[in-house]
Structures are given as structure tokens and as C-alpha cells.
């Protein structure tokens, strides 16, 4: 592995992995604190109808699905605003809707001979310049967001009603929650893909949440978490020839198991203590 590291993919993996775990941890920890796991897992499946325009109208496709993804991701926060119970319908609008809206593009575009499993389950050893300065500028806005609207989004994420009372814009941080879960979403794809980046948003921070005391803390915890999936992965890929964003994926559910089960036993241990 690190006589790998003289090669100029691997380097651009190594920054790309290390722009995704900051991206997803910080973004996870919103997603799991806000218990919006199935949102975000429609956000994901959405991108892809952004990634089928893109081909089809012969535009960059990063740009344009990380576009269609914040403008879906936008629309159910809407919908989602007026009625907490019609979330289920919003996430089946993202889901099909825009894994449908990708196929029929795609089947419409003439000439189409770009491989799909790319966008699919990321191709982190592939990832270019221009894609890299992409993914770079993504985690530069998600980084400001944060950092410039951390209180309103604790509020939120914390008591809704009580950020309500206290004269909180709710709804605009909550369509502000949503397009960056969308924006985190996209700057992963390159990595892990669309199927697989729900994993690496929601593992990290479920991991985070047994140490971290705060919002702050849950960030931090999550985006280490999920630097040391993404190190393991990339290395484990590179050394068996795999597909790096399912190495990923796999050693984050393999530590999470382990970690439920250690949690599960020292639970039983001193329950049969006591």
C-alpha cells in the first residue's frame, strides 16, 4: 500500500477520502440526530435522475446531478414542512421518481456507452481533477453553512418547538437541513456512489453517538469514524483488487456490528453482575 501512495490516483483517492469523511461526518451527524435517515436515503437515490439529464442534455454530470439532487432534496423538505406524516410520499417522490427519471434519460441519450456502476457504487481510484476541485468546494460550502448556522441548526435538531418559541426561522433551517444532506450526498458519490452513501452518512454518527456529549463533538467523532472506514477501505480494495466503495461500506456495518454486540455482552455481563 504505500508504495502505492507514489501514484498520482492514489494520492487523489487519499484527498478524496479525506474531503467524504468530512462531508459525511459532519452532515451525518444532522441526519442522525434529526432521524432522517429515509430522507436521505432518497436524496441519494434522486441524484441519479441529475446524473441521467446530465448525460442526456451533454452536461458535466457532478454539477448538474448535485444540482437536481439539492433541487429535489428542497421540494420534499417543502412538502415534508406543511405535514410531517406525508414524509413517506416525498421520500417515494426522490426514490423512484428520480431513479425512474435517470433510466428513461439515459435510455433516450443516443450513442450512451458510459459506465453507470460508477455513479452506482463510486470509483474513488478513478476520480479526477476537476471532480476533486468539485468535491473540494462542496465540503468548503458545507463547512461554511455549518459553521455560520450551528446554533439554529442545534435549535432545530434538538427541540423544534422550542426554536419555534424562541423565534427561529424553522422551516428555512429545515429546507437548509435537507439541501445539505443533498450537497454531502453528491460530494460522496465520486467515492461510494449513490446506492452505497447512506451508509457512510449514518454509521459514523451512530458510532459518534456513543462517546460524543455534543453537536459539535458528534461531528468531529463521526467525520474520524468515518476517515478510518474510508483509509481501511481504500487499502483493502487496493490491496484484493475490489470495489473500493463497497470495501468502505463493508468495514463500516462490520464495526458497527462488532461494536453491538461488544455492547450487547458488557449489558449482559453486568446485568448477571447485578
Known sequence: MLEALAYPFMQKALVSVLLVSVACGIVGALVVVNRMTFLAGGVAHAGYGGVGLAFFAGWPVMITATLFAVGAAILAALITLRDRERLDVAVGLLWAGGMAFGV????????????????????????????????????????AIVAAFYRPLLAVSVDREFARARGLPVAGVHVLLVATVALAVMTAVPAIGLILVIALLTIPAYLAEITARSLAALMVTASLWALVFSLSGL??????????????????????????????????????AV
Request: proline share 1%; aromatic share 8%.
Open 235 to 272: 487499502a483493502l480494495a487496493y490491496a484484493f483488487d475490489l470495489t473500493s466503495g463497497a470495501v468502505i461500506v463493508a468495514a463500516a456495518v462490520v464495526t458497527l456490528a462488532l461494536a453491538e454486540v461488544l455492547r450487547f455482552g458488557l449489558r449482559h455481563i453486568r446485568t448477571g
Open 104 to 143: 428513461l434519460l439515459i435510455d433516450l441519450t443516443p450513442g450512451y456507452n458510459v459506465d453507470l456502476m460508477s455513479y452506482l457504487f463510486g470509483s474513488i481510484l478513478a476520480v479526477g481533477n476537476d471532480v476533486l476541485r468539485m468535491m473540494a468546494v462542496s465540503v468548503g460550502i458545507l463547512v
